[in-house]
């Protein structure tokens, strides 16, 4: 099982924008899309940071109502993990676990192709898990 798998399932669409758009801006766009994270790319889709919706929390608690007129270049996390289309679930889990973090972006070429969520990952887990219990009980009545 890996992140291809997600990705055909769920589709590689994922809300980026640009670095210059202030935090008012991008939290009327996590909150439009009902999603936790929004990716910040460059012109060419190279990932430059995420803007979670813990980097906000703690962007209002340090700043008060004036950080919402920032950039978000100010306030995301630069420092951004990422994944490519191979990675399987199990290396998602861990780095997502590791680094304490809901949301994945996915390289390919440099450049942003998708993203995955704890929620895909556990759902998916979840089929997985489903699909073996089904085969075990298969096995043991034919048995």
């Not at 060419?44 to 950080?67: F, M, P, T, W």
């Not at 809901?102 to 759902?123: A, F, M, N, Q, W």
């Amino acid at each position: 099982m890996t992140v291809r798998l997600i990705l055909e399932r769920k589709g590689y669409d994922v809300f980026s924008t640009n670095p210059d758009m202030s935090l008012a801006d991008a939290i009327t766009v996590l909150a439009k899309h009902k999603i936790g994270a929004i990716v910040v790319c460059d012109e060419k889709k190279a990932i430059k940071g995420i803007l979670s919706e813990r980097d906000v929390v703690r962007a209002i608690a340090a700043e008060g109502a004036d950080a919402l007129w920032k950039p978000i270049s100010e306030i995301m996390t630069i420092k951004v993990k990422v994944c490519s289309e191979s990675h399987t679930i199990n290396q998602v889990m861990e780095t997502m676990t590791q680094g304490r973090f809901r949301h994945l972006p996915v390289e390919k070429d440099g450049r942003l192709h998708g993203i995955v969520s704890i929620g895909d990952v556990v759902k998916l887990r979840i089929e997985e898990v489903e699909r073996e219990s089904q085969e075990i009980r298969s096995y043991i009545a034919t048995a």
